[in-house]
Structures are given as structure tokens and as C-alpha cells.
């Protein structure tokens, strides 16, 4: 292969890793800002009797809102534990700083090597980061609504339909007991 080839093979390479690792990030803070609105609107508006339909309202609503809005509302409201809340307002000035200038902090980050393996380290944590809160907040949830009452098969039977509806599985999972 000659150098020039071989040049833009490796460039070709780097921006391909750079691209999967902003997508990745992107996707796990948008899976942990709908976990944010979910627990929001269980923790504190949702009750019992609310109805699908008004529930479905609120939830929407709270999709809508920016994952500052949620945080301050679900610090303000109480039902969070403060390491969890610094935890999560740790992310969203990450995921500020990916949003907003990560692009103009970083440029030429492609010709370097060591620049763009410590960029996409930083990329790595804050995906990762946004998946561990996000499975947190979800045991949280669990744990919330099992002690309101609801049955813990009500809960698989809406995992199930969600993992059906989003592809992960055909068939019905078992659920450890």
C-alpha cells in the first residue's frame, strides 16, 4: 500500500472511531435522560389511580424537557439522594460540553493520535458514566414501585413487551425470581 493510501486508511479509521464513539455517548445520555423523565414523573407526579392516559401525558411532557429542567425539578421536589444528584449534574456538563463545544475544543484532534485517544477515554467514561446512573435510577425505580404495591410480574410483563417492542427478543424473557 502506498503512503498516501495508507495516510487517509488511517485518517479514514480515526474519524470512524471518533464518529461510533460520539454517536455511543449520545445514545447513553439520551437513554439516561428518558430514565431522568420517567423517574420524575413516577417519583413526583405520578399516583396511584393516575390512569394510562394521563400518565402517558405526563411522560411525554417530561421527554420533552431539557435534562437540566429535570434535574432541577427532581432536586427541588426531594426524591433524590444528593451523591445521585451530583452524579448527575456531573454528566449533563459533559454532555453539555459534547453538545456544545467538544466539536471546537477539539479540532485537528484527528491528526493526533494521543489527542484523540484521551478524547475518546473521555467519550468512553461519559457513556459509560450515563449507563451506570441510568441503571441506578432504574433499580431506584423498581424499588420505589414495588413498595407502592405494584405486583413485581406486572413490571417483567412491560419489560417484556418493551424488549419485544424494541428487538431485542422474540420470545418472552425469564425473569430471575
Given at each position: 500500500?502506498?503512503?498516501?493510501?495508507?495516510?487517509?486508511?488511517d485518517?479514514?479509521?480515526?474519524?470512524?472511531?471518533?464518529?461510533r464513539s460520539?454517536?455511543f455517548s449520545?445514545?447513553?445520555?439520551?437513554?439516561?435522560e428518558?430514565?431522568?423523565?420517567?423517574?420524575?414523573?413516577?417519583?413526583v407526579?405520578?399516583?396511584r389511580?393516575?390512569?394510562?392516559?394521563?400518565?402517558n401525558?405526563?411522560q411525554?411532557?417530561a421527554?420533552?424537557r431539557?435534562?437540566?429542567?429535570l434535574?432541577k425539578?427532581?432536586?427541588?421536589?426531594?426524591?433524590?439522594?444528593?451523591?445521585?444528584?451530583?452524579?448527575?449534574?456531573?454528566?449533563?456538563?459533559?454532555r453539555?460540553w459534547?453538545?456544545?463545544?467538544?466539536?471546537?475544543?477539539?479540532?485537528?484532534?484527528i491528526?493526533?493520535?494521543e489527542l484523540?485517544s484521551?478524547?475518546?477515554?473521555?467519550?468512553?467514561?461519559?457513556?459509560?458514566?450515563?449507563l451506570?446512573m441510568?441503571?441506578?435510577?432504574?433499580?431506584?425505580?423498581?424499588r420505589?414501585?414495588?413498595?407502592s404495591?405494584?405486583?413485581?410480574?406486572?413490571?417483567?410483563a412491560?419489560?417484556d413487551?418493551l424488549?419485544?417492542?424494541?428487538?431485542w427478543?422474540?420470545?418472552?424473557?425469564?425473569h430471575?425470581?
Amino acid at each position: 500500500m502506498n503512503a498516501d493510501l495508507a495516510t487517509r486508511v488511517d485518517w479514514s479509521e480515526r474519524v470512524a472511531a471518533l464518529m461510533r464513539s460520539v454517536g455511543f455517548s449520545l445514545w447513553q445520555l439520551q437513554e439516561l435522560e428518558t430514565t431522568v423523565a420517567t423517574y420524575l414523573v413516577v417519583r413526583v407526579h405520578a399516583h396511584r389511580g393516575i390512569g394510562t392516559t394521563k400518565g402517558n401525558s405526563l411522560q411525554k411532557e417530561a421527554e420533552g424537557r431539557t435534562l437540566g429542567a429535570l434535574l432541577k425539578e427532581l432536586a427541588k421536589s426531594g426524591v433524590i439522594e444528593e451523591r445521585v444528584s451530583v452524579d448527575l449534574h456531573e454528566i449533563l456538563e459533559e454532555r453539555n460540553w459534547l453538545v456544545h463545544r467538544a466539536r471546537r475544543e477539539n479540532r485537528g484532534v484527528i491528526a493526533s493520535a494521543e489527542l484523540l485517544s484521551e478524547l475518546l477515554k473521555r467519550l468512553e467514561s461519559l457513556a459509560n458514566h450515563s449507563l451506570v446512573m441510568q441503571k441506578s435510577l432504574a433499580a431506584d425505580l423498581e424499588r420505589y414501585v414495588l413498595d407502592s404495591g405494584v405486583d413485581r410480574a406486572v413490571i417483567e410483563a412491560e419489560a417484556d413487551r418493551l424488549a419485544r417492542l424494541w428487538g431485542w427478543v422474540t420470545e418472552p424473557i425469564a425473569h430471575p425470581r
